[in-house]
């Protein structure tokens, strides 16, 4: 099964070409003001006009009241939301829209629970624990993963062209996320490892 690539935080019209030239499956942008990847709905309009079809867009919030969330839907052609926050699943479904509930892996933490409290979401996207929001470019550990997560699984947190074939051999997730693991600093992306990384995910895919 082919590995889904989404690179999210995407800020300039380079790096958004970047990702689309390296092959990658969705474009995440962040509409959280306080990210350093933070963009308005304006400037994500323009950056979405430069992706061809077939490439999801993928907006991501925490915490938005929801006239942002519709009036961000209505600036640009979002195919998937993303909630980071403390959304709760009438929350997540009220937009009619698909989403992704990320879920802050650390122990304790019932995930299976977790994933039956969503059951419209399209998946559950497993990021590392940080104070904040966001995993801060960290791996979980990934063995807190259960077996039969009744979900479709989407990996983050400190994904790298390094460790993404262990991640994928290991984990088996449907699609991967990655933001910091392709950067040269916050919110800037490197191009070059974003080819490297695209180009592990696919290695990784034919040794399954």
């Known amino acids: 099964m082919k590995t889904r690539i989404k690179i999210c935080g995407l800020t300039s019209e380079t790096d958004v070409d970047a990702v689309v ?3 990658a499956d969705a474009i995440g942008f962040v509409f959280y003001p306080p990210s350093p990847r933070y963009v308005t709905p304006q400037q994500a ?10 490439v999801d867009v993928v907006g991501l919030f925490v915490n938005a009241e929801p006239e942002v969330v519709r009036a961000t839907c209505a600036a640009l052609p979002i195919n998937v939301l993303q909630f980071h926050g403390d959304e709760d699943a009438a929350y997540c479904r009220q937009f009619a829209r ?3 509930r990320a879920a802050r892996v650390r122990p304790g ?26 995993g801060g470019g960290h791996v979980f550990d990934w063995t807190l993963i259960p077996p039969a997560l009744p979900a479709f699984l989407v990996l983050s947190g400190g994904l790298t062209a390094g460790n993404i074939g262990e991640a994928i051999q290991r984990v088996r997730p449907v699609a991967v996320d990655v933001s910091s693991g392709v950067e040269m600093s916050k919110g800037i992306k490197d191009h070059s490892k974003i080819a490297a990384f695209v180009a592990a995910v696919r290695k990784a895919d034919e040794s399954i």
């Open 45 to 54: 309009a323009a950056l979405a006009k430069r992706i061809p079809p077939f």
């Open 98 to 100: 698909p989403y992704l």
């Open 21 to 23: 030239a390296a092959g």
């Open 109 to 134: 933490l019932d995930l299976v629970e977790f994933a039956r409290s969503f059951p419209d979401a399209r998946g559950l996207l497993l990021d590392a624990f940080v104070e904040g929001y966001g």
